[in-house]
């Protein structure tokens, strides 16, 4: 069992953060990204709390999770929407995180998000990221992604939310109607909304996430480059077909 601070269900003061994990049989990678937020919640013991949403998991994720002292709680749907809107409804943080199974925080980001937070200019926003390979592949691959979702959504920065959980709340959390993009859509949504409050759309350079390459290393690094239908799937968000290859029904995704 390893230590953390995090904060489990026995403790009752106030909970700055909660971290909300998505988990499709994720024990190869869930590791690495429950010990960066435990590195990254060293300055605020016992202020935050991990739940990890499980979803028709067949491994050793619960165990892994539990052995963190995350929340756990199960939603077998597949959209990852509705599976990061039950976290954050089970959530009792003030702010939110989200962040997946097979990334890593560095770390300063929690302090990061706290900071901007409190400065009263910032609705939250998303993070700069980084992959954990690189290859020519690999970048031209993810340009052709980035750059027609840039057109739809805008320039908004993406990878890890943060947020006050009562602006999430304000802006319905995610698009339970998209199966794929919701991450962009949420981002825009929330620009929208703290242009309505008089703030701005952050994004955190003082840390960084780190992503694996896990659906590169399985389906190759030109792997958009080769398909580009499935770049329209992602335009598109509402194709199940796409989603249960990119997210629900893969187990190695």
């Known amino acids: 069992m390893s230590s953390t601070p995090f904060a489990g269900p026995e403790v009752q003061g ?61 939603d077998d749907r597949k959209n990852l929407s509705q599976i990061r809107n039950a976290g954050a409804a089970a959530a009792r943080g003030e702010i939110l995180v989200t962040i997946d ?16 937070l409190s400065l009263g200019t910032y609705i939250g926003g998303g993070t700069t990221a980084r992959y954990e390979r690189m290859s020519l592949g690999i970048v031209v691959s993810t340009l052709m992604l980035i750059i027609p979702l840039v057109f739809k959504y805008g320039a908004i920065s993406v990878g890890i ?12 959390g995610f698009n339970e109607e998209l199966l794929m993009t919701e991450d962009a859509d949420f981002a825009l949504r929330l620009k929208k909304w703290g242009k309505r409050n008089g703030k701005k759309f952050g994004t955190i350079t003082k840390a960084h996430m ?13 792997m958009l480059a080769k398909r580009p239908r499935l770049i329209l799937a992602y335009l598109k968000g509402t194709d199940p077909k796409y989603a249960d290859e990119a997210y629900y029904e893969n187990h190695e995704r």
């Open 210 to 222: 780190i992503t694996s390459c896990r659906k590169f290393d399985q389906a190759g690094d030109w």
């Open 14 to 74: 106030e909970i700055k953060f909660s971290v909300l994990i998505p988990a499709h049989n994720e024990e190869k990678y869930i590791t690495k990204c429950l010990q960066s937020i435990a590195a990254a919640a060293e300055s605020f013991p016992d202020q935050v709390e991990v739940i990890v949403i499980l979803n028709r998991c067949t491994d050793t994720t619960e165990v892994i999770a539990k052995s963190y002292n995350c929340m756990v709680i199960h």
């Open 161 to 172: 939310f943060w947020c006050y959980k009562s602006d999430f709340e304000a802006i319905g």
């Open 101 to 116: 199974a097979d990334s890593q925080m560095t770390e300063g980001m929690l302090s990061e998000m706290d900071r901007l």
